[in-house]
C-alpha cells in the first residue's frame, strides 16, 4: 500500500505572476520520481484515484479577474500533455456550468466545492469521471461519462489549455521571482501540448498498437481508473461468431514476438516518465491465451522489464473459457509467474439454449470448468454478463438462470454487467430481434440489470475506449 495522497498536494505552488494575457497563475515542479508509491489497485479505494492519477504531475492553477468566477487547475506529464483538467465555478468566459443529472450514489455539494472534472486516457478520449469533493464509498465512486469535442466543458477546458501555453510561451511572470521565472522555462522546455497537438499524440498512440481509431474495449476492473493499464496487443481479433457483437475481427491472428516487442518499445517511448502512472497491462485483443504460452510469458517478461512494473503481477488479459479449458495447469502456472493477474470472461448469459441461438459458443459446463482452474491457481477471474440478451422470449429465463450460474461459481469471482446494444448491421439486430420478442424496454432492461446487481453484487461493465 502506498502514503494516500502524499505527495498529491505537498509539492510547494510557485507563484507566477501575471501571464501575457492577465491571467493570474500558480504552478508546481514535479515530485521526485518513485514509481510505486503512486501505483497499486484502486478497486475499493476512492482517494486512492488522485494519488494515483496525477500525483505525480506538474499541477497549475489559473484566475482570470473579469472572465471567470472560478478556478481551473490543470496537471501535466513529463511530456507537456494535459491528463487532468478541472474546474471550480459557475462560469468561464462563455461558458456557464450546467448542473448535471447524477445516481444517487453521488452527494452534491453546494458551491464552490462543486467541482467538475475530465481525464485524459492514455489513448486520448477524454472522460469525466468526478463531479464533487465526496462520495458513496458503498461501491465504485465513478461514473465514466465519454466527452466529446463538442462537450461545452470540454471545449471550455481546451479553450482555457490554448490561450495559457500561448500566454505562457509569451511572456514571463510579473512577480519577476527568480523561482517563478525558472518554472515557467520547466513549462517551455516540456515543451506544453495544445489541444490539437493532443489529438495528434492520441493519433500516434493509436499507430504504435496500429487501431484505426479508439480501442474498443478494456478490462472491466480497470474501467474507472483514468490511468487504467498500458495496453498491449498480443493477438488480433477473437474468433467468436458471436450474433450480438461488433467489438473485434472474427478473425485470430497471434502477434509475432518481435512486432510484440517493437510495439512495447514504442509504448515506453511514448509514455516517458509517465511510466510511473502505471503498474498494469491489459493484453488486447479479444482471446489473448490463444496465444502459446511460452511466446506470452516471454512478452511478459519483456514488458515487465520495459514498463519497470516490478515483481507483483500486472496483467488483465480477455479470454474465451473455450481457450483456458484445456489448457495444461502447468502453462497457467507459468503466466501466473509471468504476471498474469486477472482473466476475465464474457459468460453472457447462464442459459445454455439462448447461448446456442446467439452462435457464442460455449458450454456452461466448459465455462465453469476454466474459471475453477484458474482460481485454483491463484488467477484472478471476472465475468460479464448481458441485459437484455435474447429480448422478451428470453427474459424470465435469461436472469434466472444466470443468477443461478453464477451463484454456483468459486467464491471471490468479480461480477459485471453491461446492457445489450447490438450492432443494427449485426446478425442480432437483423435476424434475431423479432425472434427474440424485440428489444427489452427501459424499464425492462433496469428491472434485469437491478436483479443482477442485487443477487450477483454485479457492477455496470462500462465501455470506454481509449
Known amino acids: 500500500m502506498v502514503e494516500i495522497m502524499d505527495g498529491l498536494n505537498s509539492m510547494p505552488w510557485v507563484s507566477l505572476g501575471r501571464l501575457a ?17 503512486y501505483g497499486y489497485d484502486l478497486w475499493s479505494n476512492g482517494l486512492a484515484f488522485e494519488a494515483f492519477g496525477i500525483g505525480r504531475t506538474y499541477k497549475l492553477s489559473i484566475r482570470a479577474p473579469g472572465q471567470g468566477d472560478g478556478l481551473w487547475l490543470f496537471h501535466f506529464d513529463t511530456k507537456g500533455r494535459v491528463v487532468n483538467a478541472s474546474f471550480t465555478g459557475s462560469r468561464w468566459g462563455g461558458f456557464e456550468l450546467p448542473v448535471p443529472e447524477l445516481p444517487m450514489a453521488f452527494r452534491l455539494l ?98 504504435i498498437l496500429g487501431t484505426g481509431g479508439d480501442i474498443p474495449v478494456e478490462a472491466p476492473e480497470l474501467a474507472f481508473d483514468h490511468y487504467h493499464a498500458i495496453p498491449m496487443k498480443v493477438q488480433h481479433g477473437c474468433g467468436g461468431p458471436c450474433t450480438f457483437c461488433g467489438l473485434y475481427d472474427r478473425r485470430i491472428k ?55 512494473l516490478g515483481p507483483r503481477p500486472f496483467a488483465h488479459a480477455f479470454a474465451k473459457a473455450s481457450t483456458v479449458a484445456p489448457m495444461p495447469a502447468a502453462e497457467l502456472e507459468g503466466l501466473r509467474k509471468a504476471g498474469l493477474l486477472n482473466v476475465n ?52 429465463r435469461h436472469v434466472a438462470e444466470t443468477v443461478d450460474f453464477v451463484r454456483r461459481l468459486p ?24 425472434k427474440f420478442g424485440g428489444l427489452l424496454e427501459a424499464e425492462e432492461m433496469a428491472r434485469q440489470t437491478e436483479t443482477f446487481e442485487r443477487e450477483l453484487g454485479a457492477l455496470e461493465y462500462l465501455f470506454v475506449p481509449m
Open 411 to 434: 467464491p471471490g469471482v468479480k461480477i459485471f454487467y453491461s446492457r445489450l446494444e447490438a450492432p443494427s448491421g449485426s446478425h442480432y439486430a437483423r435476424k434475431q430481434t423479432d
Open 110 to 207: 453546494p458551491y464552490p466545492r462543486y467541482r467538475p472534472e475530465m481525464h485524459r486516457l492514455i489513448g486520448g478520449t477524454w472522460i469525466r469521471s468526478k463531479w464533487t469533493d465526496q462520495f458513496d464509498h458503498s461501491g465504485l465512486p465513478y461514473r465514466a461519462q465519454i466527452l466529446g469535442e463538442a462537450d461545452p466543458f470540454h471545449r471550455a477546458a481546451m479553450d482555457t489549455l490554448d490561450a495559457f501555453v500561448e500566454a505562457c510561451l509569451g511572456g514571463e511572470g510579473a512577480s519577476g521571482s527568480e523561482e517563478a521565472r525558472d518554472l515557467i522555462e520547466t513549462y517551455r522546455a516540456l515543451p506544453l501540448r495544445t489541444s490539437r497537438q493532443l489529438q495528434a499524440e492520441a493519433a500516434r498512440f493509436h499507430d
Open 21 to 37: 494575457n492577465g491571467w493570474l497563475a500558480e504552478g508546481t515542479r514535479l515530485p521526485a520520481r518513485d514509481k510505486f508509491k
Open 254 to 308: 497471434i502477434a509475432a514476438p518481435e512486432e510484440v516487442r517493437r510495439q512495447v518499445d514504442r509504448m515506453r517511448n511514448y509514455l516517458g516518465e509517465e511510466l510511473d502512472h502505471y503498474c498494469k497491462v491489459v493484453l488486447l485483443e479479444g482471446d489473448a491465451l490463444t496465444v502459446p504460452a511460452a511466446q506470452l510469458a516471454e512478452a511478459l517478461g519483456y514488458a515487465r522489464e520495459r514498463f519497470e
Open 345 to 396: 470472461f464474457g459468460l453472457e448469459s447462464g442459459c445454455q439454449d439462448l447461448l446456442d441461438l446467439v452462435k457464442r459458443g460455449q458450454r456452461l459446463e466448459e465455462f465453469r470448468h476454466a474459471v475453477a482452474k484458474l482460481c485454483e491457481l491463484g488467477i484472478g477471474v471476472s465475468i460479464n454478463v448481458i441485459g437484455g440478451l435474447g429480448g422478451r422470449t428470453f427474459d424470465e
